[in-house]
């Protein structure tokens, strides 16, 4: 199976933008929807996009998703960031019925 | 409304047996994917497999195969996740799941944590 691959933590200041990334190791990014979740500490992870680039209602659209068939890989963009978005992020895809996340991305907003 | 509701927290010793559940409510039970995912404390996110409550279909992730089964109860619309004989790297909190169209897991349990311990 293949591997989605995260930088470990990334961190930026309140009101700015950051991007995290997620790799797909072999087989095409765009072949398998991606998903991508946000864990805060001691909770459940909740859905933050879905299906490469949606956002659930409730989600606000300073996130967004996409996909780079370039690079193999996903990115999850937070724009205008606050304190409150700080928490672990996800990427997940899947193959013949398997799911696969990434190891997680901290995300610093300091 | 959608909810998964998980048993709550256990505390066994090696070698004892354990079964979770997962009940869902809010939806049509039989009619959606259930998962089960693994963190280990400290770490991320661990695909363990998933069942179609409807026709009891089960797929295992192979890091999991023969490790866990997982069945379950349409009657009473709940999923279980189940060991035989534990052992300490199964300490870890345990996540229920629906999984949707996309293969996107829309709701989640709030955890069940599992502590294996001498």
């Known amino acids: 199976n293949f591997m989605l691959t995260q930088p470990h933590s990334v961190s930026e200041s309140p009101g700015k933008t950051v991007t995290i990334s997620c790799t797909r190791s072999s087989g095409s990014i765009a072949s398998n929807y991606v998903q991508w979740y946000q864990q805060r500490p001691g909770s459940s992870p909740t859905t933050v996009i879905y299906?490469?680039?949606?956002?659930p209602s409730g989600v606000p659209d300073r996130f967004s998703g996409s996909i780079d068939s370039s690079s193999n890989s996903a990115s999850l963009t937070i724009s205008g960031l606050k304190t409150e978005d700080e928490a672990d992020y996800y990427c997940q895809s899947y193959d013949s019925s398997i799911l696969v996340f990434g190891g997680g991305t901290k995300l610093t907003v300091l | 409304e959608v909810q998964l509701v998980q048993s709550g927290a256990e505390v066994k010793k090696p070698g004892e047996s354990l079964k979770i559940s997962c009940k869902g409510s809010?939806?049509?039970?039989?009619?959606?994917?259930i998962g089960w995912v693994r963190q280990m404390p400290g770490k991320g996110l661990e695909w363990m497999g998933i069942?179609?409550?409807?026709?009891?279909?089960?797929r295992y992730s192979p890091s999991f195969q023969g490790q866990v089964t997982i069945s379950a109860d349409k009657s009473i619309s709940t999923a279980y996740l189940q060991w035989s004989s534990l052992k300490a790297s199964d300490t870890a909190m345990y996540y229920c799941?629906?999984?949707?169209?996309?293969?996107?897991?829309?709701?989640w349990g709030q955890g069940t944590l599992v502590t294996v311990s001498s």
């Open positions: 069942i179609y409550p409807g026709d009891s279909d089960t």
């Open positions: 809010g939806y049509s039970f039989t009619s959606y994917w």
């Open positions: 299906e490469d680039n949606q956002r």
């Open positions: 799941a629906r999984r949707v169209r996309g293969y996107s897991l829309d709701y």
